[in-house]
């Protein structure tokens, strides 16, 4: 298996979060075989909080297809949200930037759209 990409959202805004979600169907499309992961921080938090996201059909569709949706603890805890607070299947990680430099390493692609 290739190495394959990690995507990177920090904004809020649903327009931006929704062009990530695309790029990575897109990607996942002409490569299914690699393995993809979106690490969400900051303000992009509200993509993953259960009663906050317009895109919960959309990461749930992504999450069968094998996208792992990770988020940073440190904006969680900054933020006030709880685990049960986020969308299913999400992936907790230390910190967003160890998580993107980890996947770097591994010799992911790193995209920010």
Same mark, same amino acid.
Do not use: W, Y
């Given at each position: 298996? =290739?190495?394959? +990409? ?6 809020? *805004? &649903?327009?931006?979060? #929704?062009? $990530? ?5 897109n990607l996942h499309k002409e490569m299914p075989d690699?393995? &993809? =992961?979106? $690490?969400? /921080? ?5 993509? @993953? @909080?259960? %009663? ?5 059909? =959309?990461?749930? /569709?992504?999450?069968?297809? %094998?996208? @792992?949706? +990770? ?5 969680? #805890?900054?933020? %006030?949200?709880n685990r049960e607070e986020l969308v299913s299947g999400?992936?907790?990680?230390? *910190? +967003?930037?160890?998580?993107? @430099? #980890? #996947?770097?390493?591994?010799g992911m692609a790193y995209i920010k759209p």
């Open positions: 298996m =290739e190495p394959g +990409a990690v995507f990177h959202i920090n904004e809020a *805004s &649903v327009d931006k979060q #929704r062009k $990530v979600l695309k790029n990575i169907e690699i393995l &993809v =992961e979106l $690490v969400v /921080q900051g303000d992009a938090i509200n993509l @993953v @909080v259960d %009663g906050e996201t317009a895109l919960k059909s =959309e990461i749930a /569709q992504l999450q069968q297809q %094998g996208v @792992v949706m +990770a988020v940073c603890q440190n904006t969680m #805890r900054g933020k %006030g949200i999400v992936t907790i990680v230390p *910190s +967003a930037v160890g998580e993107l @430099v #980890r #996947r770097q390493q591994q």
